[in-house]
């Protein structure tokens, strides 16, 4: 069983640039859920999506957005990248209504 | 009011100490409940579900208050491996499940 995989691990990003984050969710999975961590700080929650539709939102900007495939992997895009977007970002995955979430090791994202 | 808080420490323990955390959350209609454990500059992993009746899971042990809408985690025997941070986690009610986490509270356990 594999588990949650993110790509980039690290990236830099220029102020304005558009970046896109992949997340491979765990097998038998259909839930995802993408988070913001600042330094010293919990995991901020963005969005959740369930079998490819958004079903839950936080107090993020729409110039994040995503999408969730068949295959139940998914995209976090952001768009005109401000500095207070450097962050952790954390995608996690889950199977049913009341389990824990097991998350990717993350993207590290810089905007210089 | 935050909807999850948490006292961020650092709690600084000596070896073999009972240490316990607390966490409030604000949604009376919340669910579920989880501990994470996150080392640092590492992703959070799933420490254990709090379940209504207490649950124990080896030196960890999870409370949850629903009349004072908080729950709890003891850690007996603190080894050195315990030293990270610990976020609560509280599932959201309603159509989704919607997990909100505390900031984390700092543990550094010491020889």
């Known amino acids: 069983e594999t588990g949650v995989t993110q790509s980039p691990t690290h990236l830099i990003k220029t102020r304005g640039q558009q970046v896109t984050l992949r997340c491979s969710s765990q097998?038998?999975?259909?839930?995802v859920s993408w988070y913001q961590q600042a330094l010293g700080q919990g995991p901020q929650f963005i969005f959740q999506y369930y079998r490819e539709e958004e079903n839950g939102r936080g107090n993020f900007p729409p110039r994040f957005s995503g999408l969730q495939f068949p295959n139940y992997s998914s995209e976090l895009n952001v768009n005109a990248l401000e500095l207070d977007d450097s962050a952790l970002y954390l995608c996690?995955?889950?199977?049913?209504?009341?389990?824990?979430?097991?998350f990717g090791s993350g993207t590290r994202l810089t905007v210089v | 009011r935050k909807e999850v808080e948490q006292d961020p420490g650092p709690f600084n323990v000596p070896e073999g100490a009972t240490v316990a955390f607390n966490c409030t959350y604000s949604?009376?209609?919340?669910?579920?409940f989880f501990w994470y454990r996150q080392d640092c500059r590492k992703e959070p992993k799933l420490l254990m579900s709090v379940y209504s009746s207490g649950n124990e899971d080896g030196r960890f042990t999870a409370q949850l208050n629903r009349a004072s809408q908080y729950i709890s985690l003891l850690i007996r025997d603190s080894k050195l491996s315990d030293s990270a941070t610990y976020l609560c986690v509280v599932n959201s009610a309603g159509g989704s499940y919607i997990p909100t986490f505390g900031r984390g509270t700092s543990l550094i356990v010491h020889p």
């Open positions: 097998s038998g999975h259909n839930t």
């Open positions: 949604n009376s209609a919340s669910q579920s």
């Open positions: 996690a995955s889950s199977g049913g209504t009341a389990d824990g979430y097991t």
